[in-house]
C-alpha cells in the first residue's frame, strides 16, 4: 500500500500501488518546480497582506520556499517518486521543515488553480527560449543570404525546374515563415499571460484574497475572469502546441530540401561533417541523418497536437484528470523544438553552397523560357501567342539537344523575324534575375530589402 496522502480524509488516502503509480505525474511535472515555488512565494506574500496568514507564518513559507528552490537546484534535495505530482511534494517538503505553518500555504488554492498556473509560467518562459533558438538559425539563413546573393539556381514548382532565382532569394523564404513562428508563439504566450490562481477548485474561494497581486508579482497582465475556464481549459497549451507544429512544418521543409540539395542528384548544397553519418557498409555514403531526424519529428510533434484536441474534446467542465495528459504532450513537444532548433541553425551556417552546381543546374532546365516569351510580347505578339511558340521552340531544341541559349539567330528566325540578336542577352540566366524587379521578387535591389528587413528585425 502507499503512503497517507495529503488528500486523506473522506477516503484512507491509500490507494493501491499499482493505482497510486497510474495516478501520479511527479515523474515529469517535477520539472515546473521553480514556477511552482514562485507561485507558492506570490500566494503567500498575498495572504500576508490580506491578514489570512501572520506575517510570521509567510516569513517561515517564504524561507521554507527558498531553501527548498535551492536545494533543488544544487541537487541536494531529490524529488520523492512517491509524491503524487509536484504540488504535493512542495507542501509535504514544507511542512517538514517549517512545520504547522506549512499546512497553511494550501489556504484559497487548489490543485486545480496550481497547476494551470505552472503550466502558463512554465510556457511563458519556454517561449522565450524558443523565440530565441528561432532567432538564431534566421541569423545562420541570413549569413547564407548574404554570401550567396550572386548565386544563381533554379527555382522550382511541382519540383521541376521553373525559373531562375537566386539562392538567397530561396533560402530567405524559410527566414519569412520563421518570422511568423515567431509572431504566433508571441501571440500565444501573449493570451497565455492571464493568472488562474485564485480560482480554486473551480467556484473561487469565501477568503478575501486579491488577485490582481498574485498576478502582478508573478508577471502576468492580469486574471482570468472566470473562475471555472481558469481551471479548466487547456486552449492556451493547444494554440502553443498548433504554433509549435507550423514551426515544425517549416523545419521540416527546409530538412527536406537540405537532404535533396546535398543528394548526388543535386549537390547544390555540402553539409558539415559534423551534421552527418556514414553508413556501415558503404564507404562512400555521407548521409544526411540530422536533417532526416528534424523531418522525422515532425510527426511527433503533430502527434502531441491531435493527442491534446481528442482528451480535450469531450471533457465537461471543470476540471477532469484527463487534463493530467496535458503535460506529457506539452512538454515533449517543447523538447523537440528545442532539440531540432538546436540542431538546424549550425546545420545551416556550416553548410557549403556549390554555385557552380547550381548555375549549371539552371542553364539545363530551359528556365529562362519565361523571359524568351516576354521578348516576344514586348515586341508586339500577344502572350498566349508567345507562350505556345516558345513551347515549341524548347520542344525544337530538346530534340537537338540545345538549350535556348545554344541555338543560333537562324533557327529562331525560323520561328519568327520579330528575334534579333539582343535576345540573348535577354534570356542570359543573370539578367533574367536582375530584370525580376518587382517587390519581394529574386532582384538584387529585392533580395537586398529583404535582408535589411530581417536583420533590422533581428535586432530588435
Not at 314 to 329: I, R, S
Not at 370 to 385: I, N
Amino acid at each position: 500500500m502507499a503512503s497517507e496522502k495529503l488528500w486523506a480524509g473522506l477516503t484512507a488516502g491509500r490507494p493501491e500501488r499499482a493505482a497510486d503509480d497510474f495516478n501520479s505525474s511527479i515523474r515529469f511535472d517535477c520539472r515546473m518546480f521553480r514556477q511552482n515555488i514562485a507561485g507558492s512565494k506570490a500566494h503567500a506574500a498575498m495572504l500576508a497582506r490580506q491578514g489570512i496568514i501572520s506575517s510570521d507564518e509567510y516569513e517561515k513559507i517564504k524561507s521554507g520556499l527558498e531553501g527548498i528552490l535551492a536545494d533543488l537546484q544544487t541537487g541536494k534535495l531529490e524529488f520523492d517518486p512517491q509524491a503524487e505530482d509536484i504540488h504535493m511534494f512542495v507542501e509535504a517538503e514544507l511542512t517538514r521543515r517549517i512545520g504547522e505553518a506549512g499546512k497553511k500555504l494550501h489556504t484559497a488554492r487548489s490543485r486545480n488553480d496550481q497547476v494551470a498556473l505552472d503550466l502558463r509560467m512554465y510556457l511563458r518562459d519556454e517561449a522565450g527560449e524558443i523565440i530565441n533558438l528561432i532567432k538564431k538559425l534566421m541569423g545562420a539563413i541570413l549569413s547564407q543570404a548574404e554570401a550567396n546573393t550572386e548565386a544563381i539556381m533554379p527555382g522550382y514548382t511541382h519540383l521541376q525546374r521553373a525559373q531562375p532565382i537566386v539562392f538567397a532569394h530561396h533560402i530567405l523564404a524559410y527566414a519569412s515563415m520563421l518570422r511568423r513562428d515567431i509572431d504566433r508563439i508571441c501571440d500565444a504566450a501573449e493570451r497565455m499571460n492571464l493568472s488562474p490562481l485564485g480560482s480554486c477548485a473551480l467556484a473561487g474561494t469565501t477568503y478575501d484574497i486579491d488577485r490582481e497581486m498574485t498576478a502582478e508579482l508573478l508577471g502576468f497582465s492580469g486574471i482570468t475572469i472566470n473562475s471555472i475556464d481558469g481551471v479548466s481549459d487547456r486552449d492556451f497549451c493547444l494554440e502553443i502546441l498548433s504554433a509549435l507544429s507550423i514551426l515544425m512544418m517549416h523545419l521540416s521543409r527546409l530538412a527536406e530540401e537540405l537532404i535533396l540539395w546535398s543528394s548526388w542528384e543535386f549537390k547544390f548544397i555540402e553539409l558539415d561533417d559534423g551534421y552527418t553519418t556514414g553508413s556501415s557498409i558503404m564507404p562512400q555514403k555521407k548521409n544526411p541523418d540530422m536533417a532526416e531526424l528534424i523531418r522525422g519529428k515532425t510527426g511527433r510533434v503533430y502527434g502531441n497536437l491531435i493527442a491534446l484536441l481528442t482528451t480535450m474534446k469531450g471533457l465537461p467542465l471543470a476540471y477532469n484528470k484527463d487534463m493530467q495528459e496535458d503535460k506529457e504532450a506539452v512538454f515533449d513537444s517543447i523538447d523537440t523544438v528545442k532539440a531540432c532548433l538546436g540542431i538546424m541553425a549550425p546545420m545551416v551556417a556550416t553548410m557549403k553552397v556549390n554555385r557552380k552546381r547550381m548555375h549549371a543546374t539552371a542553364q539545363e532546365g530551359f528556365i529562362n523560357a519565361t523571359d524568351l516569351a516576354d521578348y516576344l510580347t514586348k515586341r508586339g505578339m500577344p502572350f498566349r501567342a508567345a507562350y505556345r511558340m516558345v513551347g515549341e521552340i524548347v520542344a525544337y531544341a530538346m530534340k537537338h539537344k540545345k538549350v535556348l541559349e545554344t541555338l543560333t539567330l537562324e533557327e529562331y528566325k525560323s520561328f519568327s523575324d520579330l528575334f534579333e540578336a539582343d535576345l540573348y542577352s535577354e534570356i542570359e540566366l543573370s539578367n533574367c534575375v536582375v530584370r525580376r524587379i518587382s517587390a519581394g521578387g529574386t532582384g538584387s535591389d529585392s533580395v537586398a530589402a529583404q535582408i535589411k528587413w530581417l536583420r533590422e528585425y533581428l535586432s530588435e
